[in-house]
T-cell receptor, first 113, second 119 residues
Framework: AQTVTQSQPEMSVQEAETVTLSCTYD???????LFWYKQPPSRQMILVIR??????QNATENRFSVNFQKAAKSFSLKISDSQLGDTAMYFC??????????FGKGTTLSVSS | EPEVTQTPSHQVTQMGQEVILRCVPI?????FYWYRQILGQKVEFLVS????????KSEIFDDQFSVERPDGSNFTLKIRSTKLEDSAMYFC?????????????????FGQGTRLTVV
């Protein structure tokens, strides 16, 4: 069975600084997708960034980028120039092709001024 | 921008009562999901639905749960006899196709959630 592990329950960062959230996963599959979702206090689930396992290039979306290490089964999220609005819980998620998302336990990120 | 909508946003029910949580997925999507999140914990998969039948379900999705697509737009989750431990946030999600390598079509769009409180 696939598992997703987020080893940092809480992180904090100052505005404008950079922070990296860790995620590891376990799978024997070769074709899969990885995601980072943001859940602000409103509890809406918002997709931040995705990575297809067959792509070697790391995904980027504006201030958000990932470090995808397929052999190490690692998928970390880097947030650059942190903003107060980035304060939220961040979930790493794994999906085999054709199946549902499997989420990690989440990392609560606090951005302070 | 199309979105997944869920109603109600908050439901309070007595233990043992039946509840129906409603979702309107994005109109051209083919795959529908229910997830739940007990307060402060991770998001857990319940069930996926495709072509008018369940395509996958988790161990959580036992006989007290059922899903239905009663018409062309709604997707519902019914809990027959609620228990205190069913109190959670329930999220509906939809995607066009989870298999398609096109990055757009694999994305699951989530609704804003229904907070269910069983008392």
């Amino acid at each position: 069975a696939q598992t997703v592990t987020q080893s940092q329950p809480e992180m904090s960062v100052q505005e404008a600084e950079t922070v990296t959230l860790s995620c590891t996963y376990d799978t024997s599959e070769s074709n899969y997708y990885l995601f980072w979702y943001k859940q602000p206090p409103s509890r809406q689930m918002i997709l931040v960034i995705r990575q297809e396992a067959y792509k070697q290039q790391n995904a980027t979306e504006n201030r958000f980028s990932v470090n995808f290490q397929k052999a190490a089964k690692s998928f970390s999220l880097k947030i650059s120039d942190s903003q107060l609005g980035d304060t939220a819980m961040y979930f790493c998620a794994f999906m085999r092709a054709g199946t549902a998302l499997i989420f990690g336990k989440g990392t609560t990120l606090s951005v302070s001024s | 921008e199309p979105e997944v909508t869920q109603t109600p946003s908050h439901q309070v029910t007595q233990m043992g009562q039946e509840v129906i949580l409603r979702c309107v997925p994005i109109s051209n999507h083919l795959y529908f999901y229910w997830y739940r999140q007990i307060l402060g914990q991770k998001v857990e998969f319940l069930v996926s639905f495709y072509n008018n039948e369940i395509s996958e379900k988790s161990e959580i999705f036992d006989d007290q749960f059922s899903v239905e697509r009663p018409d062309g737009s709604n997707f519902t989750l019914k809990i027959r006899s609620t228990k205190l431990e069913d109190s959670a946030m329930y999220f509906c999600a939809s995607s066009f196709s989870p298999r398609d390598p096109d990055r757009v079509n694999t994305e699951a769009f989530f609704g804003q959630g229904t907070r269910l409180t069983v008392v």
